[in-house]
């Protein structure tokens, strides 16, 4: 049976057409593949840190408000009316050392001025009475307290609670000296913790022999519960937490590889490494999250090298 031209038009046209088609898939995979190895061959650049070996602390961060070693109402034994106060606030005083003076109100009879004394060395924080007032031996007439050494309360987690041992080191900050820290140490931990917060009341005292740090003061404590020396370290920023695990990134060979560590120590600004690095390995520091296993990158900059500009500052 012939067939009519118009029907072998239609099927050369049809044909062409799906050949066309297939061209074109073809060419769309190849031209993904190209942009898929151009994309693979781009290096994202990033900044890295030398694992190192080093001392480090286990740390706990703590924050509280400065108290008085001591704090003393002065009272006067005698009822009678307040003729002066022979210190201000803010003065040191020492123990016995007069600080006001009441003359009893006794009709018909005269006595001498009588001395009020403080019980202790101090520094006086209020006087609570102006000369003219009556004062009895039921109200203070003044507060003193004793700052050579001052205290801070404070808490610490239940997960925290085993590390704590007295006499364990804190150093002491406030905003008041942003150049140093005062040392102090742990005297105090409580035998219970609060069931519903699961905290543990401790309390810490600071040497204050220049009466720098004062009552209400607000600090920050590190608490030093552990030393570990000459360890494996790496800066904090260098480790991310994925899928609930402890990565880092180190670099080979201009490739970054995934690897997961276990953590041991930490403070404010490093983590000690258990297992996982070793000294010396290249970490990446900066731009992890854009990272996956056998990314190409090129280091621009490694924190453990100064910088030019560092060099040749140093060198002045």
Not at 267 to 290: C, F, H, N, R, S
Request: net charge positive.
């Amino acid at each position: 049976m012939k067939l009519k031209r118009s029907t072998i038009g239609f099927f050369i046209v049809v044909g062409l057409t799906i050949v066309g088609i297939v061209a074109v898939v073809i060419s769309g995979k190849k031209k993904k593949v190209v942009e898929k190895k151009k994309i693979e061959q781009i290096a994202v650049p990033v900044v890295v840190d030398v694992v190192r070996l080093g001392d480090i602390e286990d740390v706990i961060e703590l924050y509280g408000y400065i108290e008085p070693e001591a704090e003393v109402n002065v009272i006067s034994k005698v009822t009678g009316k307040l003729i002066k106060n022979v210190v201000e606030e803010g003065d040191e005083v020492r123990k016995n050392q007069v600080i006001a003076y009441v003359n009893q109100d006794i009709p018909g009879v005269r006595f001498k001025h009588y001395p009020v004394e403080s019980p202790i060395n101090g520094v006086v924080a209020k006087l609570l009475f102006d000369p003219g007032a009556m004062v009895s031996p039921q109200f203070p007439i003044a507060t003193v307290i004793s700052i050579d050494k001052v205290r801070v309360k404070t808490s610490v987690i239940e997960k925290d609670y085993a590390k704590l041992k007295l006499g364990e080191v804190a150093r002491v900050y406030n905003d008041a000296y942003p150049d140093k820290w005062f040392n102090g140490r742990l005297i105090k931990i409580s035998p219970v913790l609060d069931q519903l917060a699961h905290t543990a009341e401790i309390e810490i005292e600071i040497d204050n022999p220049e009466h720098l740090l004062r009552p209400g003061m607000f600090v920050r404590i590190e608490l030093v519960v552990g030393r570990h020396q000459n360890v494996p370290v790496v800066s904090k920023n260098c480790v991310l937490k994925r899928l609930g695990k402890d990565i880092v990134f180190v670099v080979e060979n201009n490739i970054a590889h995934k690897k997961e560590v276990k953590l041991g120590y930490y403070d404010l600004y490093k983590y000690e490494i258990l297992e996982g690095l070793k000294p010396a390995d290249l970490v990446v520091a900066e731009q992890q999250a854009i990272l996956q296993d056998g990314t190409k990158v090129s280091i621009i900059k490694n924190l453990a090298k100064p910088t030019r500009i560092e060099k040749e500052e140093g060198e002045k």
